[in-house]
Structure formats: C-alpha cells, structure tokens
C-alpha cells in the first residue's frame, strides 16, 4: 500500500471536527475511560494510529486529533501556533468532541502543551502518561535536525527532505526502524500537505521556552491531584533518556520510568507495552476510588 493510500485509510477511521479557529480530523476507538493522546512534531495524529487500537482492546477509549498546521487539520495563516495558542485550541477542540474528562498522554512538543492544559483545567484530568520529552523549556536546545526549520530561509529548503528519500533515513535514524517507505512517505506528505508545510515552520519558530511559562507548568504537574508516569523510547538519540527523564522525575515527583524499546517514536515500536502500561495505571487509579467509596 502507498502513501496516498495509507493516508486515506486513515482518515476515513476519523471524522471531521469543526474547531473554532482550525478544523480538524478526531478519531476515536474503543469503549471506557478516555484516553486523549497528543502528537508533537513533525508528526500528526497518524503518529498513534497503533496505540488506538491497542487502547480499545484494554477496554478504554483511545482518541487522537491533529494540531492546527499539522495532519489532516487547518493550517490558516493567521492563527496562534504558539504553545499558548495550540493549548487554548485544543481545548476548544476537546469541548466541541464532548469530551470532560479524560487520562493525558503527551509526546514531544504534545507536552508543553499538554501541561499547559494541566495547568488551566486541572480538574478534568484523571492521570497522565509522559512519552519522551521535556520539561525544561527555557533552556531546550532543539536537536540538530530539527533546529533548521526554525531558520526563515533554511527552514524552507530543509523541509523539502520530506519529499526525498532522506526523510526516510531520518525517520529510521531518529524515530524508528519500525516503518516502511510508504509509512515514512505518509508521515512526509501529511507534514508537507497543501500549504507545502509553511504552518509547520511557523510552529517551530513559535516555541515559548521561557521561564515564566516554564514555571507555569511545573508548578501545575507539582499541585496536580492525579497520577502520573513516564514511558521512554529507551534508544531515543534526540531526547536522550538519561539526560532528560530525571528532570520529568523530579517535575512529577516520581521516583522511576518505565523504559521501553524504542526511539523517539515509541509508539510505532511498543504500541502494545505503552497501552498495557496505561491501563494498569487506569486501573489501580479506578480501584484506589472504589475502595475510598466503600
């Protein structure tokens, strides 16, 4: 199967989601708790089409939907795609699903964003699950391969590697060995799209990694009342786990990690062991309630 193909496979298990600002494509799988995955860049939605269908058959609902500018979703040109921004979209896209409350899983720059909205709707979290990240922003330095998009020229001549057979190398360097060409072909041409992926650009050169919105979600993952982990792609070369995990663990207060196979894009590689992962976090969080009812 090709790309187009791939792509079109998949949006037909979504639907379209009218958001103020952005529309967008949800796709929702599965009966139970809801479980809302955010995707990072220079991915989309199609980064947890794996996971869905591994949440489902634990018995919760796994949901996914694609930021403004990248996937499947809107890309005008005048919208916010700062964290900020991003964050107060999606909340709007969560109340226009019908979605209240809901289990957290971020990735990538689906973190900052992710705590953001920790930070302004703590009550309708039930728990959070950390895939390979940060929470340092004031002093992230992006790695080298995705510093040039942020670049006004550079940006532009180096985004067109998603149309070449690099993109497919870099995936499998940095991402996973878990894909083939039509996967990574797919990845490529839902970045790029119909606006050649200028919105992409303008998300990179749009990352708030200042102290106080620093400050602002740490002190929110310190004063949440829910549980939380992290899960770690265990071979990630761009967010190395023994370099950024400890600094999650101290934010989140934990004491260990899970460590899985994987690179940065973990869900392609242990889709399985991440669901079981949060499932079990589900399920001694719904036991902890029932027993405290008794």
């Known amino acids: 199967m090709n790309a187009t193909r791939l792509i079109e496979e998949w949006r037909r298990?979504?639907?379209?989601?009218?958001?103020?600002?952005?529309?967008?494509?949800?796709?929702?799988?599965?009966?139970?708790?809801?479980?809302?995955?955010v995707h990072g860049v220079p991915t989309s939605g199609f980064l947890y089409r794996k996971l869905l269908p591994e949440l489902a058959s634990l018995g919760l609902e796994g949901v996914t939907l694609d930021l403004p500018g990248l996937g499947l979703a809107g890309r005008p040109a005048d919208f916010d795609y700062s964290w900020s921004?991003?964050?107060?979209?999606?909340?709007?896209?969560?109340?226009?699903?019908?979605?209240?409350?809901?289990?957290l899983v971020v990735?990538?720059?689906g973190r900052p964003i992710g705590f953001?909205?920790?930070r302004r709707v703590p009550d309708r979290v039930k728990s959070l699950t950390v895939l390979n990240t940060l929470v340092d922003v004031s002093q992230f330095?992006?790695?080298?391969?995705?510093?040039?998009?942020?670049?006004?020229?550079?940006?532009?001549?180096?985004?067109?590697?998603?149309?070449?057979?690099?993109?497919y190398f870099l995936i499998r360097t940095y991402g996973t060995?878990?894909?083939?060409?039509?996967?990574?072909?797919?990845?490529g041409q839902l970045l790029l799209r119909l606006d050649s992926g200028r919105a992409f650009l303008q998300i990179m050169r749009s990352f708030e990694r200042t102290p106080a919105f620093e400050q602002g979600i740490k002190a929110a993952l310190k004063a949440r009342k829910f549980p939380a982990q992290i899960i770690w792609g265990k071979d990630d070369p761009a967010l190395r786990m023994k370099k950024y995990a400890p600094h999650l663990l101290k934010a989140l207060d934990l004491e260990s990690y899970e460590a899985v196979y994987g690179k940065h894009f973990l869900q392609e590689d242990s889709s399985r062991a991440i669901a079981s992962l949060i499932a079990r976090m589900i399920?001694?969080?719904?036991?902890s309630v029932e027993q405290l009812s008794l």
């Open 13 to 37: 298990q979504g639907r379209v989601l009218e958001v103020e600002g952005a529309n967008t494509v949800l796709w929702r799988m599965g009966q139970g708790e809801t479980v809302i995955c």
């Open 177 to 187: 060995r878990n894909i083939n060409r039509a996967e990574a072909d797919a990845y």
């Open 141 to 167: 330095q992006r790695p080298w391969v995705m510093e040039p998009f942020a670049w006004p020229v550079i940006g532009r001549l180096w985004l067109q590697s998603a149309r070449t057979l690099m993109f």
């Open 85 to 103: 921004g991003l964050t107060a979209w999606y909340l709007k896209a969560i109340d226009a699903a019908g979605i209240i409350n809901f289990h």
């Open 116 to 118: 953001d909205v920790i």
């Open 107 to 109: 990735h990538d720059i």
């Open 283 to 287: 399920s001694a969080l719904s036991s």
